[in-house]
T-cell receptor, first 118, second 111 residues
Framework: GAGVSQSPSNKVTEKGKDVELRCDPISGHTALYWYRQRLGQGLEFLIYFQGNSAPDKSGLPSDRFSAERTGESVSTLTIQRTQQEDSAVYLC????????????????FGDGTRLSIL | SQKIEQNSEALNIQEGKTATLTCNYTNYSPAYLQWYRQDPGRGPVFLLLIRENEKEKRKERLKVTFDTTLKQSLFHITASQPADSATYLCARGSSASKIIFGSGTRLSIRP
């Protein structure tokens, strides 16, 4: 497909378990973003990858959150020892912009992973 | 801190009227503002981008303005239709900073 793909679309897990969320960006897009969206709220920036540069991790809320991306391909967001407050939709976006111009590049979003922590 | 605010949580208007949504920013002037549409259960979809040196940008029934004096962007949908009902998000970015999204305005167009 031509768009950003995220899996799973829904994830229900027990408090304390680890979860791994996957994002397949649009082919050729150098930039990849992860966001968290709580019910009825805006997007909260988590992490940004640009090519082989060091990621911008300034939005990660705690050390339980981590993300990886190999080159310009798939990214995974991992949440360890999940808490109920982690329940949200996790959105991934990719864009074709470089680090110097990321503010002016449209972001292409997947439909997110809806995470529910019991 | 650098904030971007959409001061209407919800907006209800009659079909055929022009919908106007507001986005305000504080503390510094972003180089760019972007507007997105988000439908329930879906990711946001990019609509328009306006640069700080542009006063206005149009795309079909959509119009965006950028007023650096008022620190405000307005998003207009003319001849609104029920299919325009969605949440609209504004986002600010600059060449170096991460992109910050507002909390969105839920627009409802009644027939």
């Amino acid at each position: 497909g031509a768009g950003v793909s995220q899996s799973p679309s829904n994830k229900v897990t027990e408090k304390g378990k680890d979860v791994e969320l996957r994002c397949d960006p649009i082919s050729g897009h150098t930039a990849l973003y992860w966001y968290r969206q709580r019910l009825g709220q805006g997007l909260e920036f988590l992490i940004y990858f640009q090519g082989n540069s060091a990621p911008d991790k300034s939005g990660l809320p705690s050390d339980r959150f981590s993300a990886e991306r190999t080159g310009e391909s798939v990214s995974t967001l991992t949440i360890q020892r999940t808490q109920q407050e982690d329940s949200a939709v996790y959105l991934c976006a990719s864009s074709g912009g470089t680090g110097e111009a990321r503010g002016n590049q449209p972001q292409h979003f997947g439909d997110g992973t809806r995470l529910s922590i019991l | 801190s650098q904030k971007i605010e959409q001061n209407s949580e919800a907006l209800n208007i009659q079909e055929g009227k022009t919908a106007t949504l507001t986005c305000n920013y504080t503390n510094y002037s972003p180089a760019y503002l972007q507007w997105y549409r988000q439908d329930p259960g879906r990711g946001p979809v990019f609509l328009l981008l306006i640069r700080e040196n542009e006063k206005e940008k149009r795309k079909e029934r959509l119009k965006v303005t950028f007023d650096t004096t008022l620190k405000q962007s307005l998003f207009h949908i003319t001849a609104s239709q029920p299919a325009d009902s969605a949440t609209y998000l504004c986002a600010r970015g600059s060449s170096a900073s991460k992109i910050i999204f507002g909390s969105g305005t839920r627009l409802s167009i009644r027939p």
